[in-house]
């Protein structure tokens, strides 16, 4: 039988794993990372690829891929996303996945930080955009508005987050509403510009344009 993503999802050793890296960065102090935040990137990297005209399996893969595209964070958030490929690569061989699915899988998982990857594939592109177009209010952690820092006030101001693809499907587009009064547009490009810029690579890898608007303006 294939793997799929619904059998990834079931497996109990993936789930500890997704929790456990989830707690090691609430630790550290980072916004939330589990399961909110992996199926959320995992269902809009299949939709990036469904509606682009790629075929099923691939939307199947990238789901795969965005569901245990964090799990290296158990090991340490320095070079997570390598941390996680090799992790996964390890759990889907154990679970009979063809040797050229994995590869496929394991390469966008190991390209998806902005630090030190680039949309190798689509997948990779697809799991970029998904993955920095994820910045919402109910990942913040910290109950206490006093003492945000500038990552609390970002994501804390940002309302409403959608990820669109054109109708001509020469563009895709990251719309953001923006409450100013915790975090400003410019607080927003200080800690994103480079993730900005790595969904623009991703974008063209997938033959299309990427614009940025906040609250209802463009900015990229």
């Not at 039988?1 to 890296?21: G, Q």
């Not at 799990?71 to 996303?81: E, F, K, P, Q």
């Not at 614009?211 to 303006?217: F, P, R």
């Amino acid at each position: 039988m294939k793997v799929t993503y619904a059998s990834i999802r079931k497996n109990e050793d993936i789930n500890l794993y997704i929790k456990k890296a989830d707690e090691a960065l609430n630790t550290l102090g980072y916004t939330e990372h589990s399961f909110g935040h992996v199926v959320r990137v995992a269902k809009t990297a299949g939709y990036i690829l469904e509606t682009l005209g790629y075929p099923e399996r691939m939307a199947e893969l990238v789901r795969i891929a965005a569901y245990l595209h964090d799990i290296g964070n158990l090991v340490n958030r320095t070079g997570h996303s390598q941390s996680s490929a090799i992790m996964a690569f390890r759990l889907l061989t154990g679970m009979g996945m063809p040797s050229e699915e994995v590869a496929d899988v394991v390469s966008a998982i190991g390209n998806h930080d902005e630090g030190t990857g680039t949309p190798v594939n689509p997948l990779a592109a697809a799991l970029i955009l998904a993955d920095k177009s994820d910045v919402r209010r109910s990942r913040v952690r910290n109950t206490d508005k006093s003492t945000f820092d500038i990552h609390d006030r970002v994501n804390y101001s940002v309302k409403k987050s959608e990820l669109a693809i054109s109708g001509d499907q020469s563009s895709i587009q990251l719309k953001l509403s923006v409450d100013t009064h915790y975090g400003s547009v410019m607080d927003y490009f200080e800690i994103f510009m480079g993730r900005m810029m790595m969904c623009r690579k991703a974008d063209e890898a997938l033959g299309m344009k990427f614009k940025l608007m906040i609250n209802e303006q463009q900015l990229i």
